[in-house]
């Protein structure tokens, strides 16, 4: 079975710094279209981040030069550098794996950016 594994939220400060990790297992990741989701109380789940296979990258407008996504096919794993962080970026973040089967879902982390 296909495992999506989100890790590296916390708190922060406005102004600072985190960087997601999201590792999946049970697929050839390679393959996978690889995004970056995150949803506040409240709101409906929004994309913040995508990453193809051969490495193309889109962001929402509210992140756009402050969020980066990286995939290292060798590790099985995408990143989400998070700068300059808001406290409305504040939200679970969710990872989400895309191939030509399924959609798989990570579990989600928290991040919180508060003073």
């Known amino acids: 079975q296909v495992q999506v594994v989100e890790s590296g939220g916390g708190l922060v400060q406005p102004g600072g710094s985190l960087r997601l990790s999201c590792v999946v297992s049970g697929s050839i990741f390679s393959s996978n279209l690889m995004r970056w989701y995150r949803q506040s109380p409240g709101k409906q789940r929004e994309l913040v981040a995508t990453?193809?296979?051969?490495?193309?990258?889109d962001y929402d407008y509210s992140v756009k030069g402050r969020f980066t996504i990286s995939r290292d096919n060798a590790k099985n794993t995408v990143y989400l550098q998070m700068n300059s962080l808001k406290p409305e970026d504040t939200a679970v973040y969710y990872c989400?794996?895309?191939?030509?089967?399924?959609?798989?879902w990570g579990q989600g982390t928290q991040v919180t950016v508060s003073s």
């Open positions: 989400n794996a895309h191939n030509y089967l399924s959609d798989y």
């Open positions: 990453i193809t296979t051969i490495g193309t990258r």
